[in-house]
């Protein structure tokens, strides 16, 4: 596995097996904890438990045992599905989706507590033998129900739930859970038919998985929603506020939003709020064909952790978290364009382009390239795959994003690419080697500056 130059070495994943979502990003005794969909058996999506890593720095991550795992005949006997994790009167607690094996699309909502919650490693979990909430509302004909988050407002503890409903309206439900053990139902806390949400994300979506929550330095809150369509498709997300009503419960005013990221393989976000900054992982999923997935033995990676908040404007603001500059080398791989620069198969570059400027991060045999493209004159970043195809259900066109900016920094990562255009715009995309393909740095047009650091693993005294 370590020789597999597709595989991300610096990023979470298991070294084997399948990954889907982050859940519960989660820090504790001055560890950060990320647990994520995991099938420990094969690279395909069944069987899922809760994997589980730490680290002391968003950098350099431990992999520990895994934290949740299905209970024979029990709520969540055919799988643990996508959570959050709180501290719940000094006791860390996972709330997540159990599966039951006559599963059709909804969930119930789970509890599990660490067994021994001063150990700053958390590798012992409990699960309560009894769902909090057995299902949806039996009012809201709600055919999709799953993966809870848990969020506080007004020193109150409140909760999210993804849903979709049998007229094909995606929403986020709403409950006041200020006692785990005990939720009620508070309403819709947005749906589709939203005039903000309608215009931005049309009406493809059936069903929003993975609702996130987190608030602003400026007041605001930004909601995150993953969009179903009958497969996991995009994510997007709303700027508002939050206002209390009469009856004591809550609701969310959208005022504009977007798509989170510009890729197509990033999903189901999770967010960790710090007092003062939120934290968000995504997943990326492959996207070459089952049967090279097979051979590799391992399937999905976390991306890079991002610090988000939103532009005066309502935009998202989005940078990788500061701590990742920890994996940088001593000293750079290239200072300056101009000329051919070998790629490691890690790297953190940043170009500055005063005009119109072209990377080239990858040369194949038939000199076909993969290539990204700053224009600040006409405010656009464009990701080119050349002539390497996808599966079908990924696409192949080059992506155009418009925003403004002239920075743009590339966090790669084995197969993964992360964009960051300023701090207005992501991509997330895989890129696979083939034999013959040659990593290479090539900066044409008007470069002002270029640095790239290669990312190295932690030495030891």
Known sequence: MNHDPNAPRFRVRPPAGWMNDP????????????????????????????????????????????????????????????????????????????????????????????????????????????????????????????????????GRRWALVGAGHADGTPSVLL????????????GVFLDGNDPVASELFCDRAVGWECPQLYATAGGEWVLVVSLWDGDP????????????????????????GGLLDHGRDFYAPAVLQEPDRALMWGWSWEAREQSEVDRAGWAGVLTAPREVDVHPDGALRVVPAQELELLRAPEPFVTAPGGRV??????????????????????????AEVTVRLDPDAGTVTLDRGDRQRTPA?????????????????????????????????????????????????????????TGWELVPRTHD
Request: contains cysteine.
């Open 23 to 154: 859940n519960g990003p989660f820090r504790w005794r001055d560890r950060y904890h990320l647990f994520y969909q995991y099938n420990p058996d094969a690279p395909v999506h069944a069987n899922v438990h809760w994997g589980h890593a730490s680290s002391p720095d968003l950098a350099h991550w431990e992999h520990h045992p895994i934290a949740l795992t299905p209970t024979p005949g029990g709520p969540d006997e055919a799988g643990c599905w996508s959570g959050c994790v709180v501290d719940d009167d000094g006791v860390p607690t996972a709330v997540y989706t159990g599966v039951d094996r006559h599963h059709a699309g909804l969930g119930s909502i789970c509890l599990a507590r660490a067994v021994v919650p001063d150990d700053e490693t958390l590798t012992d979990w409990k699960p309560l033998p009894t769902p909090v909430v057995t299902g949806p509302p039996a009012d809201l004909d709600v055919v999709m129900f799953r993966d809870p988050f848990v969020f506080t407002d007004g």
């Open 175 to 186: 409950y006041d859970c200020d006692d785990l053990a005990d939720w009620r139902f508070a």
């Open 233 to 256: 498709w995009t994510t997007g997300y709303l700027t508002g506020r939050l206002y209390p009503c009469d009856n004591g419960e809550l609701s969310f005013e959208a005022r504009t």
């Open 394 to 450: 990924h696409g192949a066109a080059p992506i155009v994003v418009r925003t403004p900016g002239r920075k743009l920094r590339v966090l790669a990562d084995g197969s993964l690419i992360e964009l960051f255009l300023d701090d207005r715009a992501t991509i997330t995309e895989r890129v696979y080697l083939r034999p013959d393909d040659v990593p290479e740095l090539v900066v044409s047009g008007a470069a002002a500056a270029v």
């Open 342 to 367: 070998p790629l490691p198969q890690s790297y953190d570059l940043t170009v500055t382009a005063d005009g119109p400027t072209t990377m080239s991060l990858l040369r194949s045999a038939s000199g």
